[in-house]
């Protein structure tokens, strides 16, 4: 248990709040911090819930607890659990309001526990806050440890693999971190190599109940990625930003950059590809999804995410198409607050968590977004330039296992004008499938009659492609800054 958290929360009941809100998805560990606070400000621990009350007196609602600490003289810590679902009752919250004088004579604190708590405006002013964390490193060291001494081990485990398995299970909650752990144990008859691994794949299990959030692996670092050089080298420059050197020359952790351009362009690729080169988990949060959960709340949705991501840092959270979330929330006024405590986290948070944006249609993104602060930088990824299709067609052959020095690159390229990356890609898939369907190596006539069948997305989006060039210009930074692409947003 950390032992910050409990001396906050101790704070807080030695400062005099009668109402605290503790947040956290895991009840069980609430409940063990709230021990360790009871013990150091000397008050019992008394915990109500709505089935059972406080030692089956006041259960039901809320207006019950507060009668049975109405009935207590002595100072007391009241822990109410479940709190996110008793506070919409009108009479429970008038009683907690009419108590707060005498919880405050008898030094009674109401501690309200659930993973989302909206408190009524009326009680905004009067309750204390402290959001519980996923368990970090440490913490899980600690129980993994304990796991391991009452599982009849004869040898201590070796620290190295201990410390793998920590890592591997960063991301889940402490009992959900102990279970699979025991597992892995169990499986392996002991702490084996193979630890580590099976605690990813049940981690990957897990975490599937957190909706609209999933684990990613990023096959290619950014020599994967055509073109778009000058993104490229802000993103190397930062490679080592995260580290406690940095800290000490005076940089700030780098929070992410929002990419924006051309579909089928390389955004969400070289967002992926960032993770890979800094050798970062990479979890993708699909703010989409989030609101069209009918079965989840989206705060609590949103909420566990961040927490999943910050307990993982350095992490890379990646929200591909940022402006379908926004665009969902459009008509639904209650999602407004959770819009903007999801950017107050983009501009304050303190973890080392790099969100990589993207978006295809800027027009349905809110200014406030776009804002300096919510991310480190703003790049415009166009339509590659002949240089880039060059290369990016030289990767494609590589990665179907032909040498590029065989085709004549540089004129293809040029035939393929108005192509995007992701559309040259489908150039080579498509001139392979020709040829293998002939039974005969591919050539330069299957590359190039495929580009000129390829009827590119600039066709059919011209005016969109231009709108979106014309507001770039003088808001963004060009993700390529070859010459031609210069001309090109000339003509604009």
């Keep these: 248990m950390s032992r910050e958290h409990a001396d906050e929360l101790a704070l807080l009941v030695k400062a005099g709040w009668r109402v605290v809100v503790l947040e956290t998805f895991e009840e069980d560990r609430a409940l063990r911090l709230l021990e360790r606070v009871a013990e150091t400000t000397k008050r019992p621990l008394q915990v109500w819930s709505s089935t059972g ?59 309200l526990i659930g993973p989302v708590v909206d408190l009524p405006m009326e009680l905004e002013r009067e309750a204390g806050r402290l959001s519980l964390p996923l368990p970090n490193a440490s913490e899980l060291r600690g129980l993994f440890a304990k796991v391991a001494e009452t599982s009849g081990g004869k040898e201590k485990p070796d620290p190295e693999l201990l410390d793998a398995c920590v890592r591997a299970a960063l991301g889940l909650a402490g009992a959900e971190a102990v279970r699979v752990f025991r597992k892995a144990w169990l499986v392996g008859k002991g702490l084996d190599a193979a630890a580590p691994g099976r605690i990813v794949s049940e981690k990957r299990q897990a975490l599937r109940r957190t909706p609209a959030l999933t684990f990613h692996d990023s096959a290619e670092g950014l020599d994967g990625v055509g073109g ?65 959960a009918s079965d989840a709340s989206p705060e609590l949705t949103v909420r566990e995410a961040i ?72 790049f415009f990824v166009d339509l590659p330039s002949p240089a880039e299709r060059a290369e990016i067609l030289s990767i494609h052959l590589r990665k179907h296992g032909r040498d590029p020095l065989q085709f004549p690159i540089e004129d293809l390229a040029g035939q393929a004008e108005r192509h995007s990356g992701a559309e040259l890609a489908q150039v080579v898939s498509a001139a392979l499938y020709k040829a293998f369907a002939e039974n005969r190596d591919l050539t330069e006539t299957d590359l190039a009659d495929t580009i000129h069948e390829t009827v590119p997305l600039y066709e059919t989006y011209e005016e969109r492609i231009k709108e979106l060039r014309n507001w770039a210009r003088t808001r963004t930074r060009a993700a390529t800054l070859d010459v031609r692409m210069v001309d090109l947003f000339g003509e604009s």
Aim: net charge neutral; hydrophobic share 50%.
């Design 228 to 292: 778009l050089g000058e993104l490229k080298n802000w993103l190397r420059d930062r490679r080592k930003a995260f580290g406690a050197e940095a800290r000490r020359f005076g940089l700030p952790a780098p929070r992410g950059l929002l990419l924006l351009g051309v579909q089928g362009c390389g955004k969400s690729l070289c967002a992926k590809a960032v993770a890979r080169e800094w050798q970062f988990p990479l979890l993708r949060l699909d703010l989409a999804a989030v609101f069209g």
């Design 53 to 111: 009350g406080i030692g089956g007196a006041g259960a039901g609602s809320l207006r019950g607890c507060m009668e049975v600490a109405a009935s207590q003289e002595e100072p007391a810590l009241f822990a109410v659990l479940d709190a996110h679902r008793v506070l919409d009752a009108a009479d429970g919250v008038r009683a907690l309001r009419d108590a707060l004088p005498e919880l405050g004579r008898r030094r009674q604190v109401l501690v």
């Design 307 to 378: 927490a999943v991501a910050e307990s993982l840092a350095p992490a890379v959270l990646w929200i591909d198409e940022i402006e379908k979330g926004f665009a969902a929330a459009e008509n639904d006024s209650s999602t407004s607050r959770l819009f903007g405590s999801f950017l107050t986290w983009l501009a304050e948070k303190e973890s080392p968590v790099f969100v990589a944006a993207t978006a295809n249609d800027v027009m349905r993104l809110p200014p406030e977004l776009l804002r300096r602060g919510r991310f480190d930088e703003l």
